[in-house]
Structures are given as C-alpha cells and as structure tokens.
C-alpha cells in the first residue's frame, strides 16, 4: 500500500482501491488531497485492471473544505479550477474504469469527482447537493459540464437555484447512480462490479472508459468513424481471437 496523507490505495489481484481518508473532515477535499489523487492516477500500476473509489466514514465527500477556502485574484481563481479539471480528468479520462461507491453525502466537489467515475454505485443513505449557490460561488470542478452531461443542463440549473437535495432514489432515477443498494452495501456491490469488469479484455475496458464519452463530444459522422478505429484496434489482438475460439467451443461442445 501506497503512504498518503488524505487517501489510502492499494492493489489487490489486478483490481485497485483509492479511498478518501479524511472522514473528520466528511472527505472534504483540499488542494492537498486533489494532488495526492492526480499522483495515484499519473503512476497506476501497468497491470492494473478497474479502480475502486471510496470514502472512509459516514460520508463518501462532502466537496470542497471550506475551511482552507482563501481569498484569491480572479486569474488565482481561474487557475485553482482549471487544477480540479486537470486532476479530475485522470478519472474521467483514466485508460481503466473506475467504479465509485457512494454512501451518505455526495455534495459540490464530492459530486463533481463521483460524475468522473465510470459506474457508480450508491446506498440507500446516499444524497446529493450543489450548494455553491448558498456560498455565493460557482462550480468549478467540472459539474457544468460532467454532471450536466447526466442530469441535463436545465435540472443543474434548478439544484444549484434552490439547493435542493436529491435522495438516492432521484439519485438513481436521473443517471447520477447506476445502481442503488441498501445501507452499508455500496462498496460490496461495487467491488462485485469491479471483478467483472476486470475479466474483461484490457483492450475493451480501454475502448469502453476512453473512447464513449468522446464519440459523445464528436459529431455523428466522426463519431461513428472514430468508432470505426476503435473497433480495428480492439478487435485484432491475440487475446480477442482468443477469447472468441473460446466462446465458439463451449457453443459447439453445448
């Protein structure tokens, strides 16, 4: 196991685990924490095969500590975000899927890294919440655009207006949860989901966790070219043939 000061990660049979690890802070995240999760993700083991990413305490993150909160110039600002979306994209944009487990509160930043994962998996305790607008701020993690991309840009809009919360059932019904589970199993259910993705090929776990949400950016002729490509490099490996020779010989002795 890796020695880090806001977060634990550790490597077991191909599958990794990165925790949040400041619960007496409900895992609020500082620039501290931000730097140590771009660090996991800059050095992932060459054999690593899907992410788990949760929280240590009653909450999965309770988004940006305001306690650490300094004034800044309007270029400082502007600098300090685009650092968030640089180190959140290593999620987003990670060569091997992630897949977060999600429990009590899942607010501001803490909803801005979760949207970066590529399944999501929350307990019936989970909520949700953009409150920027009751701190006077903005988002500035990335939400406009990735959680907007799951709940649309109108319903963004009405949470961040009102500061409403959203359960785990609205949670779920509107995409920022793929399943739903009951109190306490969310990190089992996402470790169930972890060991089948990792027995996917390598290629096709790429495919899947880099190339979709590109296409989704492209128009539907590039993106259907771009599928195109995607497919000739998955398709040829050793191992595809190999696991299809497969597949068609337990057809034929069935």
């Excluded at 240590?56 to 685009?82: K, M």
């Excluded at 963004?156 to 589970?181: K, Q, S």
């Excluded at 199993?185 to 290629?203: C, M, V």
């Amino acid at each position: 196991m890796n020695e880090y000061r806001h977060l634990t990660f550790s490597v077991e049979e191909g599958i990794g685990h990165l925790t949040l690890n400041r619960p007496e802070k409900k895992n609020a995240i500082n620039d501290a924490l931000c730097l140590e999760i771009e660090e996991v993700f800059r050095n992932l083991p060459s054999d690593l095969n899907v992410i788990l990413l949760s929280g240590n305490g009653p909450e999965f993150c309770s988004g940006l500590d305001l306690s650490e909160h300094t004034a800044r110039e309007p270029f400082e600002v502007v600098n300090h975000s685009r650092m968030w979306h640089r180190v959140f994209s290593y999620i987003r944009n990670s060569c091997v899927p992630v897949v977060a487990a999600m429990h009590g509160a899942v607010i501001g930043g803490g909803l801005e890294l979760a949207a970066c994962a590529h399944v999501r998996v929350s307990d019936e305790t989970t909520f949700y919440r953009l409150p920027e607008g009751r701190h006077g701020i903005f988002v500035g993690g990335g939400a406009s655009v990735t959680v907007a991309r799951i709940i649309g840009a109108g319903r963004m809009t009405e949470m961040m207006l009102t500061g409403r919360t959203l359960n785990a059932e609205d949670g779920e019904r509107l995409g920022l949860a793929h399943y739903i589970v009951p109190k306490g199993e969310a990190l089992a259910k996402a470790q169930e989901l972890a060991a089948t993705i990792a027995t996917n090929s390598r290629f096709s776990n790429w495919a899947m966790a880099t190339g979709l949400s590109r296409i989704d950016n492209m128009s539907a002729e590039e993106g259907l070219y771009t599928e195109s490509l995607i497919t000739g490099i998955t398709q040829t490996s050793g191992e595809v043939k190999e696991r299809i020779d497969s597949f068609l010989n337990r057809k034929k002795k069935s």
